[in-house]
């Protein structure tokens, strides 16, 4: 499966964000899949995860509460919907396709995409 962000952008603290991620491939619906982010001068992080079947997610302390992950299999979409944004929010975000989800995340990446800008202003 190949994936590709998009939606990324400049916008104020306070403000919404909402990234997609366009996939290929048939099998696409049976695999967990989340977003990831990396900020300067960090390492990537773990954001949010969700289900094939969209029944369960997963989202790191930083996006409860003010992040959404949902998808739509029959469009090959998975989304981010980010409120309340703060600077620290600013990274590249990335999405991926795994092989399982916990609590904690999603585990056994091995679908990368090409990840979409996002900059808080403060």
């Known amino acids: 499966v190949q994936l590709q962000a998009s939606g990324g952008g400049l916008v104020q603290a306070g403000d919404s964000l909402r990234l997609s991620c366009a996939a290929s491939?048939?099998?696409?619906?049976?695999?967990?899949v989340g977003w990831f982010r990396q900020s300067p001068g960090k390492e990537r992080e773990f954001v949010a995860a969700?289900?094939?079947?969209?029944?369960?997610?997963a989202y790191a302390d930083s996006a409860k509460g003010r992040f959404t992950i949902a998808r739509d299999n029959a469009k090959n979409l998975v989304y981010l919907q980010m409120n309340s944004l703060g600077t620290d929010d600013t990274g590249v975000y990335y999405c991926?396709?795994?092989?399982?989800?916990?609590?904690?995340?999603?585990?056994?990446?091995?679908?990368w995409g090409e990840g979409t800008l996002v900059t808080v202003s403060s």
């Open positions: 969700i289900s094939w079947d969209g029944r369960s997610t």
């Open positions: 991926a396709a795994g092989r399982s989800i916990t609590t904690e995340g999603l585990y056994g990446v091995d679908h």
């Open positions: 491939g048939r099998t696409f619906s049976a695999y967990p």
